[in-house]
């Protein structure tokens, strides 16, 4: 058994990757044994910001005093031996499909810092940094952004996209580890606005507006064939070009504009999903794999009424009236994305990631919420190669730290890799031209 409270920062230091040649390509391909089997055509990850508790989702503790496990209740499966969150019923009739990892760990209590890390597969320097910034030394680039540089585009769609919009902390702080990092600007995943629960959703720009006939675009496009030959040798230029082939692209795309017209699914499976942003989020990242994206992330991000206090999953303050709120539209919506997906064909070849920063604390505090907690928390993986009906891992008595089969978020990054067919030994390079693997982790074999 492994505990984190045994781990000295050495030892830390080591599993995360972040000792003096953490970064050289001999000491990843040393912890990389395995390539790929590909099961996975996509990805959709589901990233629910400000850390949902473990307690009440994925790994109830009914034999805890009641300060630790709460005012709610365990409640069985359709797998034996296997409970959720009471909260969680819809969920809870699925969860032969989803493989739960209750032993995933940061060690870092810093939305920021350790989002960072588990969007990247690296850990940031230093830990338990908030309203960290992007940019070097933490500029390692985020699995959405590795997938958009490895695969390619598809119906005029990038490999990548993020919605409805970024991560950020309160004063609109962006976290780092969302973009592209030392890769550039052009392995950015596609970041797009939008409200798609609004009705008359659209995403602007995706028609040629009505006002412009073909002829002028035909002549447009001639002038920037132009202008790209006088700049070809120029960095500056090379980018520009890229970017307008792909809004030429998308314009041209029919395949790709229908991809956000949520209005042609059947009303009563936008009702099933939830006519909410999550909810409509969830089923517009199903409609985007359907059209070829290899990875869809979706936010949980604050809504209208959160901006401020214990916004999106940051339960600080009366936690379990919080959970009666948001449990219900996660559980609506996950299931109803499960569920989709196996309907029209597509769970097995559709890895589908649930998971958050960190996890809270085991105890509730005075405001009777839970705080910050990244030494052990939950994450839930389903479809795409995955063998559901099992939970991997487990946290002690009180949910407080790893009891046994430690995960570390690279592990995490690396099962996503392995899934998607990527070998884990490609390389990339980083801002001094040296090679580096993709990732640092291995995948958790007893996923697969």
């Given at each position: 058994?492994?505990?984190?409270?045994?781990?000295?920062?050495?030892?830390?230091?080591?599993?995360g990757g972040l000792s003096a040649f953490g970064l050289?390509?001999?000491?990843?391909?040393?912890?990389?044994?395995?390539?790929?089997?590909?099961?996975?055509?996509?990805?959709?990850?589901?990233?629910?910001?400000?850390?949902?508790?473990?307690?009440?989702?994925?790994?109830?503790?009914?034999?805890?005093?009641?300060?630790?496990?709460?005012?709610?209740?365990?409640?069985?499966?359709?797998?034996?031996?296997?409970?959720?969150?009471?909260?969680?019923?819809?969920?809870?009739?699925?969860?032969?499909?989803?493989?739960?990892?209750?032993?995933?760990?940061?060690?870092?209590?810093?939305?920021?810092?350790?989002?960072?890390?588990?969007?990247?597969?690296?850990?940031?320097?230093?830990?338990?940094?908030?309203?960290?910034?992007?940019?070097?030394?933490?500029?390692?680039?985020?699995?959405?952004?590795?997938?958009?540089?490895?695969?390619?585009?598809?119906?005029?769609?990038?490999?990548?996209?993020?919605?409805?919009?970024?991560?950020?902390?309160?004063?609109?702080?962006?976290?780092?580890?969302?973009?592209?990092?030392?890769?550039?600007?052009?392995?950015?995943?596609?970041l797009i606005h939008c409200q798609p629960h609004e009705?008359?959703?659209?995403?602007?720009?995706?028609?040629?507006?009505?006002?412009?006939?073909?002829?002028?675009?035909?002549?447009?496009?001639?002038?920037?064939?132009?202008?790209?030959?006088?700049?070809?040798?120029?960095?500056?230029?090379?980018?520009?070009?890229?970017?307008?082939?792909?809004?030429?692209?998308?314009?041209?795309?029919?395949?790709?504009?229908?991809?956000?017209?949520?209005?042609?699914?059947?009303?009563?499976?936008?009702?099933?999903?939830?006519?909410?942003?999550?909810?409509?989020?969830?089923?517009?990242?199903?409609?985007?794999?359907?059209?070829?994206?290899?990875?869809?992330?979706?936010?949980?991000?604050?809504?209208?009424?959160?901006?401020?206090?214990?916004?999106?999953?940051?339960?600080?303050?009366?936690n379990a009236q919080n959970l009666r709120r948001l449990?219900?539209?996660?559980?609506?919506?996950?299931?109803?994305?499960?569920?989709?997906?196996?309907?029209?064909?597509?769970?097995?070849?559709?890895?589908?990631?649930?998971?958050?920063?960190?996890?809270?604390?085991?105890?509730?505090?005075?405001?009777?919420?839970?705080?910050?907690?990244?030494?052990?928390?939950?994450?839930?993986?389903?479809?795409?190669?995955?063998?559901?009906?099992?939970?991997?891992?487990?946290?002690?008595?009180?949910?407080?730290?790893?009891?046994?089969?430690?995960?570390?978020?690279?592990?995490?990054?690396?099962?996503?890799?392995?899934?998607?067919?990527?070998?884990?030994?490609?390389?990339?390079?980083?801002?001094?031209?040296?090679?580096?693997?993709?990732?640092?982790?291995?995948?958790?074999?007893?996923?697969?």
């Amino acid at each position: 058994m492994l505990s984190l409270q045994t781990l000295s920062r050495r030892e830390w230091l080591r599993l995360g990757g972040l000792s003096a040649f953490g970064l050289t390509l001999p000491h990843v391909q040393a912890r990389s044994a395995v390539g790929s089997f590909g099961k996975a055509r996509a990805c959709i990850v589901l990233f629910h910001l400000g850390g949902p508790p473990q307690h009440e989702t994925w790994d109830p503790k009914p034999d805890a005093p009641e300060e630790i496990r709460g005012e709610f209740r365990p409640i069985a499966t359709n797998v034996p031996g296997i409970q959720v969150g009471e909260l969680m019923p819809k969920t809870a009739r699925r969860l032969d499909r989803i493989c739960v990892l209750r032993s995933l760990s940061t060690n870092d209590n810093a939305h920021s810092s350790s989002g960072y890390w588990m969007l990247t597969g690296v850990p940031h320097q230093p830990m338990n940094s908030e309203n960290s910034k992007p940019g070097a030394p933490n500029d390692w680039p985020c699995t959405a952004a590795l997938v958009q540089k490895l695969r390619r585009e598809c119906n005029g769609l990038p490999a990548a996209i993020t919605l409805p919009e970024h991560i950020w902390n309160d004063g609109g702080l962006t976290w780092p580890g969302q973009d592209g990092g030392f890769l550039g600007r052009m392995a950015n995943p596609w970041l797009i606005h939008c409200q798609p629960h609004e009705p008359g959703f659209q995403i602007t720009g995706l028609g040629l507006p009505d006002d412009v006939p073909a002829e002028r675009v035909s002549q447009r496009v001639s002038l920037l064939e132009q202008v790209d030959r006088a700049l070809q040798n120029h960095a500056v230029g090379r980018i520009y070009d890229a970017q307008t082939r792909k809004a030429l692209a998308l314009l041209s795309a029919g395949r790709a504009r229908r991809a956000f017209e949520l209005e042609r699914e059947p009303t009563r499976l936008r009702e099933r999903y939830g006519m909410t942003r999550w909810g409509q989020s969830l089923l517009l990242a199903r409609r985007l794999v359907e059209a070829g994206v290899s990875l869809v992330q979706v936010n949980w991000t604050r809504m209208k009424e959160e901006m401020g206090g214990s916004p999106a999953w940051d339960t600080h303050a009366k936690n379990a009236q919080n959970l009666r709120r948001l449990m219900p539209i996660m559980d609506q919506a996950y299931s109803a994305l499960l569920e989709d997906l196996e309907t029209r064909g597509l769970l097995d070849s559709t890895l589908v990631v649930w998971m958050g920063e960190f996890g809270r604390t085991p105890k509730h505090n005075a405001n009777a919420g839970r705080d910050h907690w990244g030494h052990v928390f939950s994450a839930a993986l389903a479809g795409g190669g995955v063998r559901g009906g099992q939970v991997l891992g487990a946290s002690d008595r009180i949910g407080a730290f790893c009891r046994d089969g430690l995960i570390l978020p690279q592990d995490l990054q690396a099962t996503v890799f392995h899934c998607l067919g990527l070998d884990l030994h490609t390389e990339v390079h980083d801002t001094q031209g040296r090679p580096v693997a993709i990732t640092r982790g291995q995948p958790i074999r007893q996923v697969l």
